[in-house]
């Protein structure tokens, strides 16, 4: 049985109970972040604290936890949880009131919650054994603080499902001047004659976690030219390769957008070199 962590206890995820008035319930107020951990070594974990805790405050929720607390929380979990592939999920929720009322409460508590998931083993740079990936296209229609890890998911969910019932793995989102913002549950990328380009961070994309690292790494190396611009959709329609990325997938390869190919409709070999590098590199941070 999988072991949670709900507000200081290790208890079985079935016992795991909070307030009907808690306020993640509520309102979806709260911060979230999934870290994965490989046979107990966890990936990006300072990365991933760090936009936690800018998350947190954020929207202005105080709760007096280190990096090491939430450290020794991962490795806790990951270990009574078999310490296997495992996707650690944390949130922390405003806490509950004793009543509904739209401004913040005071003097509650947080609530602080994790659990665990079977996650794939990591990609390997290997096309005939990487998962490829279909998407759809539709107009951003999500909030505009996207940059905040948000619980309140509703609208990523909707484009999601919007994706999922066209048969697809994903949905690529543009704002009203056709330009790329990222996918409903990842950051995407292009690349065009070599270049891998994707849009700059700001209020209309999540900085992922694997977004940054993957950032970094190519420009560290220096073998492949990297961009942060804006994209049009235009542009995404005539790339050579089109990537998604996430903690989970690392660098996702995608092979069609709308039912119409991705340069030649196959895994491509920017791909290759770059999940190469990603997986030499992603434990350096």
Not at 36 to 54: C, E, T, W
Not at 63 to 91: F, P, T
Not at 94 to 120: C, L, M, Q
């Amino acid at each position: 049985m999988s072991i949670a962590f709900l507000n200081d206890s290790y208890i079985p995820i079935t016992e795991a109970k909070i307030s009907p008035l808690d306020r993640g319930f509520l309102f979806g107020d709260g911060i979230y972040e999934v870290i994965p951990s490989y046979q107990g070594k966890l990936l990006g974990f300072k990365a991933h604290i760090d936009r936690m805790l800018d998350g947190l405050s954020g929207i202005g929720l105080k709760l007096n936890w280190s990096h090491s607390d939430w450290q020794d929380m991962c490795e806790k979990l990951a270990v009574q949880n078999g310490n296997g592939n495992l996707g650690i999920y944390l949130q922390v929720s405003r806490g509950a009131d004793i009543k509904r009322y739209h401004a913040f409460p005071e003097a509650v508590s947080p609530t602080v919650f994790g659990f665990t998931f079977d996650i794939p083993s990591p990609p390997v740079a290997d096309k005939n054994r990487a998962k490829s990936y279909t998407v759809s296209t539709s107009e951003d229609l999500r909030w505009q603080r996207c940059h905040i890890k948000s619980t309140a998911l509703l609208g990523n969910v909707l484009h999601f499902q919007e994706g999922y019932d066209q048969g697809n793995d994903e949905t690529l989102l543009y704002n009203k001047r056709n330009e790329l913002t990222e996918a409903s549950a990842c950051n995407a990328f292009i690349v065009k004659d070599g270049v891998v380009i994707t849009p700059p961070l700001g209020n209309q994309l999540l900085p992922g976690i694997t977004r940054n690292m993957l950032v970094d790494i190519l420009r560290k190396d220096g073998s492949i030219n990297v961009e942060e611009r804006v994209v049009t959709m235009e542009e995404v329609r005539g790339a050579d390769e089109v990537w998604i990325t996430s903690s989970t997938k690392e660098i996702g390869a995608v092979v069609s957008v709308d039912d119409a190919p991705v340069g030649d409709g196959k895994i491509g070999d920017v791909w290759l070199a770059a999940q190469a590098l990603f997986s030499s590199h992603k434990y350096d941070y």
